[in-house]
């Protein structure tokens, strides 16, 4: 069974940082790009960034800027997120999604359930 | 970036009846060496990840209902669900991946 568990959120305050963690199980992870998903409270999914199978691409949206890192530790199963200079639009539910194949341009078949972060002062 | 425009954005129907939600790409999803269009649709109910329903624009993910449908090509893609069941009470989003991935804004779909 594919699982996708989630840590490392929680509040922050303007400027600050964050890194979360996707643990993952169930699946050859070394096989699948990773996906990082938010969603603000009263808003749609967008994606906030991706990164292939190896780890050796990676993919971010606009709104980054460069304030995020994504990236992957295939010995341990596990995919992060390193949030800095964090603004309070920031504030939503991070999701880890594993891709359908090597790379980001994929579907999204397994979903975690969602690490809540919240930027406020 | 490829811009997915959902309609409606609000959509109350009876429970038995057939809702049926579209959604429009900024440019085609249809990539023709492979004959496949790269438009995928979701499910997001309240408290819950999303969870896939339907990939390559009409194939049903395991496990999902049959009364969950996808149809379209190019730039026009529709879901449909043949008889609506309380369960089915969420939020449905659609996603290209056929560059980088973008989501509609979502359809909040309820019952009448």
């Known amino acids: 069974e594919v699982q996708l568990v989630e840590s490392g959120g929680g509040l922050v305050q303007p400027g600050g940082s964050l890194r979360l963690s996707c643990a993952a199980s169930?699946?050859?992870?070394?096989?699948?790009?990773m996906i990082w998903v938010r969603q603000a409270p009263g808003k749609g999914l967008e994606c906030v960034s991706g990164?292939?199978?190896?780890?050796?691409?990676?993919d971010y949206a606009d709104f980054v800027e460069g304030r995020f890192t994504i990236s992957r530790d295939n010995s341990k199963n596990k995919l992060y997120l390193q949030l800095n200079s964090l603004r309070a639009e920031d504030t939503a539910v991070y999701y880890c999604a594993k891709s359908s194949g090597g790379g980001v341009n994929h579907y999204f078949d397994y979903w975690g359930q969602g690490s809540v972060v919240t930027v406020s002062s | 970036d490829i811009v997915m425009t959902q309609s409606p954005d609000y959509l109350a129907v009876s429970l038995g009846e057939r809702a049926t939600i579209n959604c429009k790409s900024s440019q085609s999803v249809f990539y023709s060496p492979n004959n496949k269009n790269y438009l995928a649709w979701y499910q997001h109910k309240a408290g819950q990840p999303p969870t896939l329903l339907i990939y390559w624009a009409s194939t049903r993910e395991s496990g999902v209902p049959d009364r969950f449908s996808g149809s379209g090509s190019g730039t026009d893609f529709t879901l449909s669900i043949s008889s609506l069941q309380a369960e089915d009470v969420a939020v449905y989003y659609c996603q290209q991946y056929f560059t980088t991935p973008t989501f509609g804004q979502g359809t909040r779909l309820e019952i009448k």
């Open positions: 990164i292939s199978d190896s780890g050796s691409s990676t």
């Open positions: 169930g699946f050859i992870f070394s096989n699948y790009a």
